[in-house]
């Protein structure tokens, strides 16, 4: 893809193309995926434990590294030497935690139809961007072929050229997290295309969240729609046009409205 100046549409992931990851989230689902798992014969059997005994200790190095969820919550496990809980018992009670919640994060159809135009656009570049661990990478790619979008994982090394309209940027794969302007500068100096005209965000910023760890607390929220904003406008050197995306007790119609405001900025 070589032009001379894009359009970047970028979407967040979990809670905004991706309503399926914050389902799995609620605390009657996740304590039966706890136990559907393993995890909960281990003691990790309530949303609270989950939170606070296995996400909070994980997330800040294995969010913005390789490391995986697999690797780091399991390691996170046996340092609770939990009778009975041998190195195999955890690992494979991990992995099917894991792969139900990767299952689960599927793209909701609803978003086709804009993906599909997107892609349909010389002038313009979709970017899922999202705060994740390492295995989320290749599932999003998967999510995105099962709708009949094409991607490119975005990394530190991924260079400019390619075919596909998409790319994904993962935290994880990246080094930071993308309320940093660090993690869009290294976009813009390796995986995107240069000038970038107008930059399109769509994100829940954690509103659509469910969890235990404090991060759909309004506070954060707002905090993390300015400081989104500012490295946005650092990196690119314009102001993002910012669409938060609240999901409602009809998601369809809410996609259906988002879709619209999408599609109004790209003809403006």
């Known amino acids: 893809m070589t032009l001379e100046s894009v359009t970047l549409v970028i979407f967040d992931y ?63 496990i ?57 295995e989320a990478t290749a599932a999003i790619l998967d999510h995105l072929a099962a709708l009949g979008i094409r991607a490119t994982p975005a990394t530190k090394e991924t260079r400019p050229a390619g075919e596909t309209a998409f790319r994904v940027a993962n935290s994880a794969d990246i080094g930071c997290l993308k309320a940093e302007r660090q993690f869009w500068a290294t ?25 235990g760890s404090g991060y759909a607390e309004n506070r954060k929220i707002e905090n993390r729609i300015i400081a989104t904003r500012h490295a946005l406008r650092a990196a690119f050197g314009i102001n993002p046009q910012v669409i938060k995306f609240r999901a409602v007790r009809d998601n369809t119609d809410a996609i259906v409205r988002t879709i619209r405001t999408v599609k109004e900025s790209l003809q403006s």
């Open 14 to 76: 979990s809670g905004t193309l991706s309503l399926g990851a914050v389902e799995f989230g609620r605390p009657g689902n996740l304590e039966r995926h706890l136990e559907e798992s393993g995890m909960a014969a281990m003691g990790i059997d309530t949303t609270d434990r989950y939170w606070h005994d296995v996400v909070n200790p994980t997330w800040p190095a294995a969010g913005t590294s390789n490391e995986g969820f697999r690797s780091a919550v399991a390691g996170c």
């Open 187 to 211: 976009l813009r100096q390796t995986c995107l295309p240069s000038p970038v005209k107008k930059v399109v965000l769509v994100d829940d910023f954690g509103l659509n969240e469910q969890d």
């Open 78 to 134: 046996r340092k609770m030497q939990i009778p009975s809980a041998t190195s195999r018992l955890i690992e494979d009670a991990v992995a099917r935690f894991l792969d139900a919640y990767m299952h689960h994060s599927r793209i909701d159809e609803g978003w086709r139809p804009l993906l599909s135009a997107i892609e349909d656009r010389p002038d313009t570049m979709g970017l899922i961007a999202t705060d994740h661990y390492a």
